[in-house]
């Protein structure tokens, strides 16, 4: 019998829709500032009322877009499955620095080093682990980073064939054009809104000047209570409703195209000034958020999957953390866990925190699949005296049954002292790195020539570019 916690609901749905009237009264009478002056003309355009930069939204229109996008919403599977224990790792493509085992230095990445750590990925592609590229070069002009970043996703590993978002619109062509190639070609794309209430920035230009090519827009934003949003958290979400139905809105007059939306919020550390991944309240403001969302026509989800946490290096903090949110997200019904090796929100790629974040979900894993309560054998007592007499360890019952009750850890250590002592006393770093090896060692994952030719050209094409602009 698998193991699941119940929880009640944070936010219910009258608290929703309460928290969604206030942000229509925020749109109709704060409304959305338009970072873009074109942009803001075509609103203007389109009808919309404007206070200098601001776009004010009347409800009834927000609401008739809100309908459209819970309608869109309506047919979608909840991602939570009460009979399902397997859990899935989803590795960042967001880090710019790895951490290098053999100096334990945080260092910038390489494209050199990044293509080495996307192999590593991909030796667990068969192990529950998704994603392919973690992070990002640094070692080139930013407009090139993300087409380096995908050839290398395409080139060294089996799940590289998906497209990684564009970042520049001067680039942002190239990475359509290699998707096509790789056979994902891109149909929707991310606006990320910067909080408070503001819509413009490169998402917005790149999906402006790709319309043409998408089928779909998601928009996002980040707001942190008590730095760009109220710090009580029902008003952030109020805010932050109101930011998303903005984009919302003004994206589906802009583009045509369907757009949806997912409401979330951040803590924020007035000491440090950063937002704070891994916090016991990161983990409240998710599982209030997934409540919140069920308003807006999302599927039930009970469990939060979000394990960044702000740790540097691999240690007591990011095992500690990581382990707890995987734990009591698990229990409450979470079965996809993201930000795996991802360290410093996701500034640092760990491989060998990647490892370890393995290990911990195998242990939790463990544990959701629960017990086995099946009455006892009525032969049970034949079995009570054969043990009393030759022991319990050989008979047919325990050979059969050891495997699937106990889990044995691969890289946690099981055995006393002395027996680690004659082994030579090992460091669990000195197994992790000595298994990073032996994985590098044994990858074997080529992209065929013909489309490893024609990412080759389309990258050339796109350093052409970049060069000849200075």
């Known amino acids: 019998m698998s193991l699941k916690f119940h929880r009640e609901d944070l936010a219910t749905r009258d608290l929703a829709a309460r928290v969604h009237e206030t942000a229509l009264r925020i749109l109709a009478e704060v409304g959305l500032e338009i970072l873009s002056e074109p942009v803001l003309d075509r609103l203007r355009a389109a009808g919309f009322r404007t206070r200098g930069s601001r776009v004010l939204f009347e409800p009834a229109v927000v609401e008739d877009y809100v309908a459209e996008m819970r309608q ?40 050199e080093s990044l293509a080495q750590m996307t ?22 002009p930013p407009p090139l980073q993300p087409v380096i970043q995908y050839r290398i996703a395409a080139e060294n590993a089996r799940n590289g064939a998906y497209p990684v978002d564009p970042t520049s619109s001067l680039t942002a062509p190239y ?92 803590p924020f550390d007035l000491r440090q000034l950063a937002m704070v991944f891994g916090s016991p309240e990161n983990f409240l403001f998710q599982l209030a958020g997934h409540d919140l969302n069920r308003f807006y026509g999302h599927p039930s989800r009970r469990g939060a999957g979000n394990m960044h946490v702000m740790a540097k290096l691999p240690g007591p903090q990011s095992a500690a953390e990581k382990a707890a949110i995987m734990t009591a997200g698990a229990l409450l019904g979470a079965r996809d866990f ?54 319990f360890i050989d008979q047919d019952t325990t050979l059969s049954n050891y495997r699937r009750l106990y889990w044995h850890p691969r890289r946690f250590e099981r055995d006393f002292l002395a027996a680690w002592q004659r082994a030579g006393s090992p460091t669990f770093r000195d197994r992790i790195r000595a298994e990073i090896q032996e994985r590098l060692a044994r990858h074997t994952f080529q992209l065929d020539e013909p489309r490893r030719r024609e990412l080759e050209r389309i990258c050339q094409a796109a350093q052409r570019l970049v060069s000849s602009l200075g």
């Open 72 to 111: 869109r919403l309506s047919s979608q599977q909840a991602s939570d499955v009460d009979d399902e224990t397997h859990l899935a790792l989803y590795i960042s493509s967001y880090p710019h620095h790895l951490h290098d085992l053999e100096t334990d230095q945080i260092v910038p990445y390489t494209a």
């Open 119 to 140: 192999r590593l990925v991909d030796t667990l592609a068969d192990e529950g682990v998704y994603g392919a590229v973690p992070g990002y070069p640094f070692d080139v």
């Open 175 to 266: 990475i359509f054009e290699m998707a096509e190639v790789m056979g994902h070609p891109i149909r929707s794309l991310p606006v990320y809104l910067p909080s408070p209430l503001r819509l413009g920035g490169e998402s917005l230009e790149i999906v402006l000047q790709n319309v043409h090519r998408l089928e779909h827009i998601r928009v996002s934003s980040m707001p942190a209570a008590g730095a760009t949003a109220p710090i009580a958290p029902i008003a952030a979400f109020a805010l932050a409703a109101a930011e998303l139905m903005g984009g919302l809105v003004a994206l589906r007059a802009l583009t045509g195209l369907p757009v949806t939306f997912y409401v979330e919020i951040f």
């Open 338 to 391: 993201s930000g795996a090796g991802a360290l410093s929100l996701d500034e640092v790629f760990s491989p060998e925190q990647l490892l370890i974040d393995c290990e911990i979900r195998d242990w939790v894993e463990r544990l959701v699949r629960g017990l086995d309560t099946t009455p006892p054998d009525p032969d049970l007592l034949s079995e009570v005296q054969m043990g009393l007499t030759r022991g």
